[in-house]
């Protein structure tokens, strides 16, 4: 690879899309101005301009030869799915492809790697950030991008379906990634990485970061590292296999998150370790209250979640049983025991079992859990479940003491902002969370 790829994002997904176009875009003959609006009927797209005149098309680009020139999406929506789901206008460089995807309007990104990974390192940590944490995260995100675009080339390249369920008697088994993706390369929400353009101010400090590491990646076995990262392990991060389909990845097994790891043996497989570990608070790398070092990964929607590292979330039989039936659209009648079956390697529960009044069934793996547990998504699937109040055999009231924010797999956000601080370098940081891989430079 010589240079830098050309990056298919896809924004965002609706019926209508209005949009402006700032600076020299090619336009269709037809269509003059800079604002316009763009409608699904009859499976066209069809694009009206301020000035009324109208086109039809079955996909459309507007393109341009200038860095500088810029167009705007109006109420893209962000945090999809999460508690802090919003929508705002957002400003991004580069061409707007309009395609039609599953009965709606999908608007594309097409942009250079390393500019979309300026816009995603600014989304994703703060300005504030040390530029040791953010070179480490323009290497991981630059890497989990090209890994992501060489999987789907496999995956379409062998004509076969990619399978993310797994179901039994009795067991239902998911993991989610990114196969849904066929018209585009990657999301802009956190589906992905979170993407916003030019929306927000792109730092200095992330430029520099991404500068200073133009063209690096992790590799491993002479592929690209499928590199990830989540907000925080809870003192253990997790394998891939365990969230993800199941494939080992060498690169992406168990760490403990200390600068004690050596001497850490604990195996959070064994339910009564994990017990010990979870309702306890060790000693890590991401164990950390420090304000200004939590500001460099959780911007402001985030940073009102005071508890990560150790959290405890309570419902009433009512509750759950009424949450369970939602998220899964399955009656298991009242909730007698949520069951662990399957833990990995840093307490994160691979297989629950909800054992209800009408029904039983296991479900897996950790973000199907997670969803099932709450109205937008569970800190993570390392909890342990304590079963109170019972009347006739069934509790009526459910604790949940959990451990960590999100799937914890690779690099733990918060605990590498730790080591950034603490002094450690870029390449450190990455051989601390990526024991089996190298950086290389690609172009």
Request: a negative charge; aromatic letters at 8%; glycine letters at 6%.
């Amino acid at each position: 690879m010589k240079e830098q790829p050309i990056i298919h994002v896809g924004i965002m997904a609706e019926s209508n899309i209005d949009f402006e176009l700032s600076g020299n875009y090619s336009l269709p003959e037809q269509l003059s101005g800079t604002r316009f609006q763009a409608s699904l009927i009859d499976n066209s797209i069809q694009i009206t301009s301020e000035d009324g005149k109208t086109i039809a098309a079955e996909s459309v680009v507007f393109s341009t030869k200038s860095a500088e020139d810029s167009f705007l999406l109006k109420a893209v929506t962000i945090g999809i799915d999460f508690h802090w789901e919003q929508k705002e206008d957002q400003r991004f460089r580069g061409d707007l492809k309009l395609v039609i995807e599953s009965g709606k309007l999908r608007a594309i990104n097409l942009v250079p790697l390393e500019e979309y990974l300026r816009s995603v390192i600014s989304s994703e940590m703060s300005a504030t950030s040390s530029p040791e944490l953010l070179k480490a995260h323009a290497v991981i995100s630059r890497s989990w991008l090209l890994a992501q675009i060489e999987k789907s080339k496999a995956i379409q390249s062998a004509n076969e379906k990619y399978q993310s369920t797994e179901q039994r008697e009795g067991e239902l088994i998911r993991w989610y990634d990114r196969e849904d993706h066929t018209l585009f390369d990657v999301c802009s929400d956190d589906h992905c990485q979170r993407y916003q353009g030019i929306t927000k101010i792109i730092s200095d400090k992330a430029s520099q970061a991404i500068d200073a590491t133009q063209g690096e990646v992790l590799t491993a076995h002479d592929k690209i590292c499928d590199a990830r990262f989540s907000k925080c392990c809870g003192g253990v991060s997790e394998n891939f296999e365990n969230v993800w389909e199941p494939v080992y990845h060498s690169y992406l097994t168990k760490v403990v998150d200390s600068e004690k790891a050596a001497t850490t043996c604990v195996d959070l497989r064994q339910e009564d370790e994990a017990d010990s570990w979870i309702r306890t608070s060790p000693e890590a790398f991401c164990n950390t209250t420090d304000k200004q070092i939590l500001s460099q990964v959780l911007p402001d929607f985030d940073q009102a979640t005071a508890d990560f590292y150790r959290w405890k979330v309570t419902y009433s039989q009512e509750e759950l049983a009424s949450l369970i039936r939602e998220k899964t659209e399955i009656d298991f009648g009242e909730i007698i025991e949520l069951k662990p079956i399957e833990r990995g390697h840093s307490a994160r529960l691979i297989k629950l079992q909800i054992v209800g009044s009408k029904k039983t069934l296991t479900i897996g793996k950790e973000l199907e859990i997670r969803r099932a547990l709450s109205k937008s998504h569970l800190y993570s699937s390392a909890f342990v479940i304590d079963h109170l109040n019972l009347q006739n055999g069934i509790p009526q009231q459910f604790v949940l003491i959990g451990s960590g924010w999100g799937h914890g797999v690779g690099l733990c956000q918060i605990g590498a902002a730790v080591m950034g601080e603490k002094g450690y370098n870029y390449q450190a940081i990455l051989n601390h969370y990526f024991r089996d891989a190298d950086l290389k430079k690609l172009y």
